[in-house]
Nanobody
């Protein structure tokens, strides 16, 4: 059971990146999937998540209108499309799956509710 995040890199302010979260060993569409980021010296914060069943999506205010989370079930992958990137978006980004013990319909951006994490991918927004 493994999650792998990829797609980070260096981009200029106003640019775009698409992060991918690919799963192996399990079917990702059974899980709520979240994207998180961590700034140096800070705790990990939730950025966006997508439900396991009805396609609900959630975003923190600072990325609304700029970031879009989506699934490709055929590829067993969840994406985070990031547009209009700002220097303050610079962070290590992680994807994770929600602990299924919370039951169907539960959704959260609290990192403590997630129990399976991929490695991070660094996003740097700088001119």
């Amino acid at each position: 059971v493994q999650l792998q995040a990829s797609g980070g890199g260096l981009v200029q302010p106003g640019g775009s990146l698409r992060l991918s979260c690919a799963a192996s060993g399990f079917t990702l569409d059974r899980y709520v999937v979240g994207w998180f980021r961590q700034f140096p010296g800070n705790e990990r914060e939730g950025v966006s998540c997508i439900s396991d069943s009805d396609g609900r999506t959630y975003y923190i205010d600072s990325v609304k209108g700029r970031f879009t989370i989506s699934r490709d079930n055929a590829k067993n992958t969840v994406y985070l499309q990031m547009n209009s990137l700002k220097p303050e978006d610079t962070a290590v980004y992680y994807c994770a799956t929600l602990n299924m013990g919370y039951g169907k319909g539960y959704i959260s951006l609290n990192p403590k509710d997630y129990n399976s994490w991929g490695q991070g991918t660094l996003v740097t927004v700088s001119s």
